[in-house]
């Protein structure tokens, strides 16, 4: 048997480096990250963080009064020197009085910590409709105007969407969309409705409050305040799929005005490439963004030479055409409405790229258009090195990656010294190689014998381990100036 003395030995030996070790690892805390839900700036976020504290608080007491016996007993009734071979002492059992009372005080402290408890939930599912409990919070005073009468009583609502791995933030009662970033007023009630499109997510931002759930098929919601302007970070909490971590988001709270001006600049969509206008005509005198965006479309059409051969026309026409983007994503007032992707109106005004991941500001907390038009670059030609398992990248259905697979012939797969005995050793039959290597200019994956075709799984293994420059010579993926040119036409979304 180890002896009390024995233990107390080791224990001082190795407590100092214990205590060393806790030191230096609650150095890693911080009580005003970016991201402590003990640094609140709502008041969801305080009734939680004042929760946080009374639980702390009764915890430390019990800790201290069990610890404080326990220290008392272990030393008092040590084993001491000639305490060898003595019978044991009388042993006590059940002391009703001790029972009673700690039952009683155990009753005592849970009753402590239930009471804030329950406020705390009733707190937080109860949205505070009323004008005495906080600021005007209905649309109609704050914000004058643009919506239709009925609205004015409500509430801001923002559905929030979760996406495998990013955001999506609705609002309904302006009828704009964003993603990864949203905006509210400063000291305004906000309703979240939170949905998801695929798996269990949970939004999360732990300054204003934090943390709710978003289920498949269940309606889920929560209300939250900002007391002041700020830039917040918040972050999905539930374990999600590969890119989990990766799956950030970002709000700014901003002044009635400026957010006045957000809401108003996202109902005015995106402007054509390059400021490209139509004509005014008898039909439309007064074309608005939409007919220009139109004009551009039919002009990239009809009579390309009319467009002008900069970066930011070629980058739309990639985006509308051959780079396929227009398959996921929306902009609004323009031919692209895809809608299982970030909406992108307005993706120059954001401060961060692709759920958080990509930060495009400069030391000023300002956006640095250097950076903005690099980490675009670097999000569309590389999301799978940034994002590995993001869905823009590898969506079987449309994913980017697709395009490595497309447009290939064998004539092409030649040129960078793939023949027909690489078909075979890849799993393709050698009258079914012979075949194709005979038609070097129909699209591989067309080619048939005996209806024996190659598959996309044999042609990936084909082609695994080319460069990103010979995908762009011999496939649909674009080449790295085609991807630069995109990320310009990005980069005027604003
Ligand atoms: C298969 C559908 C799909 C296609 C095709 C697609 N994207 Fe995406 N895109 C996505 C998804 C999904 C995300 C969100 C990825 C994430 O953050 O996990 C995304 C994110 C983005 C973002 C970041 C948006 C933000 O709010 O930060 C940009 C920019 C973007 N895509 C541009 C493009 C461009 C340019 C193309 C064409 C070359 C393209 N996408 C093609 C699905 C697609
Ligand atoms: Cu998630």
């Known amino acids: 048997m180890v002896s009390v003395s024995l233990m107390l030995q080791y224990l001082r030996r190795t407590l100092p480096w214990l205590s060393l070790l806790a030191v230096s690892l609650l150095a890693g805390c911080s009580f005003t990250g970016k991201q402590s839900a003990l640094d609140p700036k709502g008041p969801v976020a305080q009734v939680q963080d004042d929760l946080f504290w009374v639980t702390v608080y009764v915890n430390c007491g019990i800790f201290v009064v069990v610890a404080a016996a326990l220290f008392y007993v272990v030393v008092k009734y040590r084993e001491r020197p000639g305490d060898e071979g003595k019978p044991m002492p009388p042993q006590g059992h059940g002391n009703p009085l001790i029972e009673i009372g700690l039952i009683a005080a155990s009753v005592f402290l849970l009753v402590i910590i239930a009471i804030p408890t329950l406020k705390a939930i009733w707190y ?8 005495e409990y906080y600021e005007p919070s209905k649309l109609g005073i704050w914000y004058g105007g643009r919506v239709d009468s009925e609205a004015k009583d409500d509430i801001l609502e923002i559905n929030v969407y979760g996406w495998q791995w990013w955001w999506s933030f609705e609002y309904p009662q302006f009828g704009i969309t964003s993603a990864n970033e949203f ?6 009630v ?5 949905r998801s499109v695929d798996v269990i997510h949970s939004f999360w931002l732990p300054k204003i409050a934090g943390k709710v759930d978003l289920m498949p098929g269940r309606k889920n919601w929560m209300w939250i305040l900002a007391d002041e302007p700020g830039y917040y970070y918040g972050q999905c909490a539930e374990f999600c799929g590969e890119a989990h971590a990766y799956m950030l988001f970002r709000s700014e709270v901003m002044t009635d005005g400026d957010f006045q001006k957000w809401v108003e600049a996202y109902q005015s969509g995106a402007a054509a ?20 965006w139109m004009a551009w479309s039919e002009t990239v059409r009809k009579n390309p030479e009319a467009i ?7 980058g739309a026409e990639l985006f509308m055409g051959k ?12 031919p692209a409405m895809g809608q299982t992707a970030p909406n992108l109106t307005r993706l120059a005004d954001r401060k961060s790229l692709a759920a958080g991941i990509l930060d495009n500001t400069g030391p000023d907390g300002i956006i640095d258009s250097e950076k903005q038009l690099d980490n675009l670059y670097q999000w569309i030609a ?3 090195d940034h994002k590995p398992g993001n869905l823009m990248y590898y969506r079987a259905d449309a994913g980017l990656r697709n395009l490595k697979y497309t447009g290939v012939t064998f004539g092409k797969l030649q040129t960078v010294g793939i023949t027909e005995q690489s078909l075979v050793a890849a799993g393709v039959s050698s009258a079914l190689a012979q075949k194709i290597s005979a038609s070097p200019n129909a699209p591989i994956l067309n080619v048939d014998v005996d209806s024996e075709m190659m598959t996309k799984q044999q042609l990936m293994r084909v082609m695994d381990g080319l460069t990103n420059e010979q ?5 649909d993926w674009p080449t790295e100036t085609e991807f630069r040119k995109i990320a310009a036409f990005l980069q005027t979304l604003k």
């Open 323 to 334: 780079a396929q983007c227009i398959v996921c994503h929306a902009i609004d007032n323009s």
């Open 190 to 194: 906000v309703k979240l409705n939170l």
């Open 471 to 475: 995908f762009s010579e011999v496939s």
């Open 183 to 188: 905006a509210i007023p400063a000291g305004k």
């Open 273 to 292: 490439p390059g400021g490209f206008q139509a004509q005014p005509d008898k039909d439309k005198p007064d074309p608005t963004a939409k007919d220009d």
């Open 124 to 131: 937080t599912h109860e949205l505070p409709v009323d004008e």
């Open 382 to 384: 590389h999301s799978e």
């Open 308 to 314: 002008p051969g900069d970066p930011v026309h070629e």
